[in-house]
């Protein structure tokens, strides 16, 4: 499957739109994902939108941060832009519906509409905007307008939905086909007349976001079900535009083991904590493509179409090549970090040595311990210690945790733990006197130290094993101990 192509012009575009008020959490990444095999899979164009309307929540170290995580997962855009500079392109599609007479000016405050709000909830019932302003006099506008002129603030500019309504001869519903939930219909007359541009001069997520969309040619919009809510409303500002809207697909959001929509505020949501943890970034895709049943594959191939079992996708092209968003089901997918760490192990293992310690030094900014590495063994023997290690563990972090122990200078701490004296100096005598020190050499001297101290075999392995490492438990200590060599392993022995 051919990679998405920057310079030609397709038919099929999508976008991912994140704000910059926070970090990327990892359902946002999924959305972002699915977004990017729907492009590969249709030859299509991916758009980063960055959603900073908001000015006062919206940071650019949150930016910057998005665009790395981004980069860090291999997600490519094949066009950027921010939200703060289309402003003008707000202004003109608004003024179109000024223009037509589908808005009005608002004088509410903000603090009156927010109590409205909280009456509304406290009564149990859904706040609907009850058009005060719609038929306020020429005159009384111009006195709010110098009253609000005064305060330095504006007036809200709404959507005038009944207009809109009795125009298209008594719209009665909203209705969309969803991607993934099929037919759904909406009763417009339950939004109320929602606000376009709010009384600080900032153009609302609805408006802008649709604009864009349009605007940006769009084709279809892939998102969490969250927004729902929202696409009846966008609808509605491009049927008073008489424009067409894209196709949606509004896809199941992610939860965690507590069974709460996984968010910003969660430590567990944030990509930074994958990157500690050690999981690779395509790992992480892959355990997000298959989560909750939201990836639902098929084999075609040879004509046939059955449920296809395979779920290690080692790229992302094999996950575009088999993508149904169709099949994005609308239940809830369930965060399964244990699954995560499985699927990571599988795709530690098809790594090679050279693979892993590229991922290391770009991708877990290991790039000192690499070198570091490389300066003590060699880049042959690095590459063989990397290479064990791979098939030991099943993180990064675990790999680089236990890679501390090849180092010299490392610390071995003791205290606390009970050991035999007299069997370490039987180790370092014996190990001492050692010619040939490899795997099996060492494996004799071990069951000689057993036999002269009256010692089961298992608990010299396991003696060595806290002398050399300082740990009671790890990977094969023969193994370690010979990457090691005699002469550090000498050094630690003697304590």
Known sequence: MEKISTNAINAISVRFAPSPTGNLHIGGIRTALFNYLFALKNGGRFVLRIDDTDRTRSKKEYEEAIVEDLKWFDLKWDEFYRQSERISIYEKYLDILIENGLVYECYCKEDEILKSKEIAVNSKKPYIYNGKCLNISQSEKEKLKAIFKEKGIYPS????????????YDYAAVEFDDAVHGRL??????????????????????????????????????????????TPKQILILKALEKKPPVFAHIS????????????????????????????????????????NTFTVYDTRNGNRHAFEKEIFHDVYGMAELLD????????????????????????????????????????????????LEAEYGKDLSLKIIGFLKNEFKTVSEILKELEIFFDGFTINLNGIKYDDELRRSLLNNLLNLNDFDENSI????????????????????????????RLDGPSILKITGFLGKGKIIKRLFL
């Open 157 to 168: 500019i709404r959507l005038n939905i009944a207009e809109i309504l009795r125009r298209n």
């Open 185 to 230: 219909s909406f009763n417009p007359k339950l939004f109320g007349d929602f606000i376009l541009k709010t009384e600080k001069n900032r153009f609302t997520y609805n408006f802008a976001s649709i604009i864009d969309d349009y605007d940006l040619n769009i084709t279809h919009v892939i998102r969490g079900e969250d927004h729902l809510s929202n």
């Open 253 to 292: 959001l992610l939860y965690g083991k507590d069974g709460k929509i996984m968010s910003k505020r969660d430590a567990a949501s944030n990509i930074k904590y994958y990157l500690e943890e050690g999981y690779l970034p395509k790992a992480i895709l892959n355990y997000l493509a298959i989560t909750g």
């Open 325 to 372: 968003i169709q099949k994005a089901k609308s239940s809830s997918a369930i965060f399964n970090e244990d699954k995560l760490k499985f699927i990571n192990e599988k795709h530690l293992a098809v790594l090679s040595a050279e693979e892993l310690k590229n991922i290391l030094t770009e991708k877990f900014r290991a790039a000192q311990a690499i070198e570091k």
């Open 443 to 470: 494996k004799n001297v071990i069951k000689e130290t057993a036999s002269q101290n009256k010692k089961a075999v298992k608990e010299c392995y396991e003696a060595l094993r806290l002398f050399i490492t300082g």
